[in-house]
Each structure stands twice: as structure tokens, then as C-alpha cells.
Nanobody
Framework: VQLQASGGGFVQAGGSLRLSCTAS????????VRWFRRAPGKEREGVSC????????DYEDSVKGRFTISRDKAKDTVYLQMNSLKPEDTGVYFC????????????????WGPGTQVTVSS
């Protein structure tokens, strides 16, 4: 039972990638979903979150205006569109289901998946 992140890759600064987060063993439709990343040598940090119904979103300050989170209920998938990528965006990206909302977290659901590597060259 986990959320699987995919879509990472190698891109030059200024480029774009779209990450996908799909549920395995459960439906993520009943949860808020948050993207995290772990840069080399750093702790895992939250990047962006989308509420259960897709109406509420939040972003870490360094990605505001460059990243867009969205979800497709029919596909049970959450996306992270990343534009104007910078070398400091490099890291392993993960997603996790949390409840009940992005701002009021009572708990999380599912195990961490392996994540997807994003590498941005300067």
C-alpha cells in the first residue's frame, strides 16, 4: 500500500518535467496528497500539496510560480508540473497520502515508495 512517484529524469536548467503519483493497493481519492523531495545531503522536505477534492493547494516558497500540482480523479493520479527548473530542484521526489487536509494533518496513509529522481544540470 503506497503511492508511486514516476516521471523524473535529467533536464537542463530552465527545462520542465511532469511527475505522476499513482496509488498502489488503495485509492488516493479520499486523501490529500503531498509531494516531498530529498535533495542530496538534506532532509526530506514538503514541496506541494493538493486537497482531497483538488480545490486547495499549497506550495513551498521556492517553487511557487514554477510548480503546479493537480489531480485527475478518474485516473486516481496526482501530478506535479515543474517548469523553470533549477539545479537546486535536484533530488528524489516522493508523494504521500495524508488526512484529512493539507493544512490539518492527523496522519498519513501508506508506505513511502522509492521515489523518482530529478536531476537538473546548470
Amino acid at each position: 500500500v503506497q503511492l508511486q512517484a514516476s516521471g523524473g529524469g535529467f533536464v537542463q536548467a530552465g527545462g520542465s518535467l511532469r511527475l505522476s503519483c499513482t496509488a498502489s493497493g488503495f485509492s488516493s481519492d479520499d486523501y490529500a496528497v503531498r509531494w516531498f523531495r530529498r535533495a542530496p545531503g538534506k532532509e526530506r522536505e514538503g514541496v506541494s500539496c493538493i486537497g482531497r477534492y483538488g480545490y486547495s493547494t499549497d506550495y513551498e516558497d521556492s517553487v511557487k510560480g514554477r510548480f503546479t500540482i493537480s489531480r485527475d480523479k478518474a485516473k486516481d493520479t496526482v501530478y506535479l508540473q515543474m517548469n523553470s527548473l533549477k539545479p537546486e530542484d535536484t533530488g528524489v521526489y516522493f508523494c504521500q497520502a495524508q488526512y484529512p487536509t493539507c493544512t490539518q494533518v492527523a496522519g498519513t496513509f501508506g508506505n513511502w515508495g522509492p521515489g523518482t529522481q530529478v536531476t537538473v544540470s546548470s
